[in-house]
DNA sequence: TTTTAAACCTAACATTTGTTATGTTTAAAT
DNA sequence: ATTTAAACATAACAAATGTTAGGTTTAAAA
């Protein structure tokens, strides 16, 4: 296993990391700063796409609506991720929704603007286009683990996963702060269901949970459910 | 609902719709005649790409090998589609793999020849990203599918899907023709427990199976299942 | 054609997951 | 601080799916 997280991380907030200094300063200069409050959603399924997002503080969810009424969310965002620009490529409608699961601190730059950043600095469009085809092999890692793990094996690698974005950057350890219909709408099961296999992680150890925080204790047990050689 | 099919569909046969006579001529012309015998592979998973793929003859599936060693299919293509150019526009490895299911016929473009064939046609790259896009939301719709329906709904989405894609070229009617392993590689599930659900269909009149080729009698019951408004 | 291996079908039993229901805790609103 | 609604935990039972094993059919190889 050469690069587990990677597998599932659409490293969107390394999108600017490849640019010069001046270049960034270019591309932050565009940036306007913007306010989503909690439960807003940063742009809708089937909308007209206005620009792109850099989530500069709090987390979001990207959901697609099952046609029987149920929203999946295929991916979490975090502070630092760019997103927003597929649907702007391809001069069509958004594939999908962004919901703020807290109040959010974006910065947000127009579609014009973005376009002519896009010409003034040639190495842009490809990172861009590279990180697309990227998040294509993520989706498609989400599919086989949805497709062939069982629930406990789709909760274990799920929590690994997100302790992983939640935790990386920040210095002190928050854990994992979700709702149980979110985390259950991650791994494709009922609340209900879901809340048997914390049980089962909580009696063997593997996870604390303090109010709806998890919090991993033995990442180990968490890899060997996967039957995974341990890397991390 | 408006277009259940396109929902799930990559469209890559519609790549080059939208050119000129002459445009159309520009790109067939550069084309290379290739035989792919069935078993064999376009392209692996971690390998360099050498350009891109149509199919004029046969079907092949797209496969990621899951890390604990079973393989994911997550597309079927058939003939007339394009494949192929993700890897190719992020300068990137292939992210899957691609495997004839049939001896196959297919038209080869390589590599540079195709970077010039995009000079020289302007609208060519921006169709190409768009339909990247288009394919970005088919594989969010099949994770939410593997998410949220069970088993009997996934054979039953999956039966549409592919008897509209195997059929609706050709003026007979050939049925759906797959390995029952194949076929539970799609809809995620072991193919006994996948004979169950035939089974079940079959005693409800909603399909027939001769060998081993799956006849759909009853489309409406199929989309019943789904809890769809039916559109076809 | 005959042989051989692979694919297929089915059933029985074990395990997992879905569903319903009830009570408790937590967070939001007053 | 009090009230109210949402979120959460748990258990019991029903239903779906996984797994193992046997025999049959089909397709490939000799």
């Known amino acids: 296993m050469k690069d587990f997280y990677a597998q599932f991380d659409f490293q969107s907030n390394l999108l600017f990391d490849a640019l010069t200094v001046s270049e960034k300063n270019k591309v932050f200069t565009a940036m306007e700063p913007l306010f989503i409050p909690k439960g807003s959603r940063l742009f809708y ?40 620009y597929h649907a702007l490529f391809g001069e069509e409608r958004y594939q999908d929704s962004c919901e703020a699961l807290e109040d959010l601190e974006v910065s947000f730059i127009p579609k014009d603007v973005f376009f002519a950043l896009l010409k003034s600095i040639p190495t842009l469009q490809q990172t861009f286009i590279k990180n697309i085809g990227h998040e294509f092999g993520v989706l498609a890692n ?26 990386q950057q920040c210095q002190d350890y928050n854990g994992i702060d ?6 259950a709408n991650i791994i494709g099961t009922s609340p209900e269901s879901l809340g048997r296999s914390l049980k089962h992680f909580r009696e063997q150890g593997i996870i604390v949970v303090e109010k709806r ?18 890397d991390f």
Chains 1, 2 share one sequence.
């Open 142 to 167: 989400i599919i086989a683990v949805l497709a062939q793990k069982n629930q406990h094996a789709r909760l274990a690698i799920n929590l690994l996963i997100l302790d992983h974005r939640f935790n």
């Open 45 to 84: 399924e089937e909308g007209i796409p206005t620009g792109i997002f850099q989530l500069k503080k709090g987390k979001a969810k990207k959901i697609k609506r099952g046609f029987s009424g149920s929203e999946q969310i295929f991916y979490i965002y975090t502070a630092g991720d760019v997103l927003g």
């Open 213 to 230: 925080v998890i919090y991993i204790k033995n990442k180990q047990a968490l890899f060997q459910l996967l039957q995974m050689e341990v």
């Open 178 to 183: 979700l709702t149980r219909e979110d985390l």
